[in-house]
């Protein structure tokens, strides 16, 4: 069963960049679409980006348009989550998941292989 694991998160100052990264091994994800999501203390999970088999992206978060990208990397099996200009709001546990298909979804129960997190902290 595929279980992602996600990276790269920290500790960074408002108006910083982090670029966090979305692997799994054992699995190749160039067919699959990959979202990110997040969850910040007390909240439900929020769906961030995701982007297709065929790089499509969908943004569901209006709060980060602008701010933040989604890309894949195939020879590196890797899904990234570029993230700019942070703002304190942006603090949450930032996760990567599948549709196990080629297109994404805007219900997050047709998501799959939540992975650990990343924690992701902006404060100064």
């Known amino acids: 069963q595929l279980r992602f694991v996600e990276s790269g998160g920290g500790l960074v100052q408002p108006g910083g960049s982090l670029r966090l990264s979305c692997a799994a091994s054992g699995f190749t994800l160039y067919n699959l679409a990959i979202g990110w999501f997040r969850q910040a203390p007390g909240k439900e999970h929020e769906g961030v980006l995701c982007i297709s088999s065929s790089d499509g992206i969908t943004h569901y978060a209006d709060s980060v348009k602008g701010r933040f990208t989604i890309s894949r990397d195939n020879a590196k099996n890797t899904v990234y989550l570029q993230m700019n200009s942070l703002k304190p709001e942006d603090t949450a546990i930032y996760y990567c998941?599948?549709?196990?298909?080629?297109?994404?979804?805007?219900?997050?129960?047709?998501?799959?292989?939540w992975g650990q997190g990343t924690q992701v902290t902006v404060s100064s």
């Open positions: 998941a599948t549709t196990y298909g080629s297109t994404c979804s805007p219900r997050i129960t047709a998501y799959d292989g």
